[in-house]
């Protein structure tokens, strides 16, 4: 039986930060997609309820993406459990805002931690079982914060501006075994925290929107769309690129 490009179908997932926001949304779509996923955050509650509404395809694991110890005991564990993780999204983050000048520097190691160093690491796991199948398919989430200058948000754009490169270097170096390595770049994307901020500072929200060209904020949906096209065999000639899901946010003035 043949299936469409974009289907992800027989496809194991392993998504980082998917109980709720971005890595939901992707989580969602992916199942959606055909893909049996894993998610992964250190809240097991969270994740319970999370798999719970994705249903039968969706499975969790308690793991904190700041633990090298725990990286590889995830990344193996995965691999004889489910034979294969043919996709990686590093989604987790950590956010630290904060002008600059105020940041301590173990603040901003922490953020760098889990952003960079943390995607360093499990993306290096993941490579080394799908290198030898010759397929494979990891995806960063960057940030719009790794494209223009935002303020008081110093380590966070650090560790996003980061994985870009990490990105770029990473599908330099192994699109040739057959594994892609891309990131997404999300806009202003609809949560709950979003929205309560939004709400407290309805200027912001006006000067968001003047600079949009969609005029509106985007959905965790709107990201697990873009991600599912990486992922699939519909990008199959895409290696090495960030692609803005912004509205046009990047472009606007």
Same mark, same amino acid.
């Given at each position: ?61 308690? !793991? ?5 110890? #725990?990286? *590889? ?17 590093? !989604? ?22 889990? !952003? ?23 995806? !960063? ?10 303020? #008081? ?33 999300? =806009? ?21 929107? *003047? ?6 904020? =985007? ?35």
């Amino acid at each position: 039986m043949s299936y469409p490009p974009q289907s992800l179908n027989s496809k194991v997932a392993l998504i980082t930060g998917g109980s709720r926001g971005i890595g939901y949304g992707i989580a969602e779509q992916f199942i959606l997609a055909g893909a049996t996923v894993i998610i992964t955050g250190r809240n097991e509650s969270t994740l319970k309820v999370a798999c719970q509404q994705l249903g039968d395809n969706a499975h969790y694991r308690v !793991n904190d993406i700041d633990d090298s110890s #725990q990286r *590889q005991q995830l990344v193996d564990e995965l691999e004889a459990t489910f034979n294969h993780i043919d996709i990686l999204v590093n !989604n987790a983050g950590q956010h630290c805002k904060k002008p600059a000048l105020e940041t301590s520097d173990a603040e901003f190691a922490a953020v760098l931690e889990t !952003n960079l160093i943390g995607v360093f690491s499990l993306s290096k796991l993941c490579l080394e079982y799908m290198i030898p199948r010759g397929i494979g398919s990891i995806i !960063n989430i960057s940030s719009m914060s790794a494209l223009f200058g935002l303020p #008081q948000v110093a380590a966070y754009s650090s560790s996003k501006s980061g994985l870009l490169g990490l990105t770029r270097t990473l599908a330099s170096e192994y699109s040739g075994t057959g594994v892609r390595i891309n990131a997404i770049a999300p =806009g202003f994307i609809e949560s709950k925290m979003f929205l309560d901020i939004m709400a407290k500072d309805p200027q912001r929200e006006e000067r968001i929107l *003047q600079r949009t060209p969609m005029k509106r904020f =985007g959905s965790p949906t709107d990201i697990g769309h873009a991600a599912t096209f990486l992922a699939s065999e519909a990008a199959s000639f895409i290696t090495g690129i960030c692609l803005p899901v912004d509205g046009g946010n990047s472009v606007g003035f």
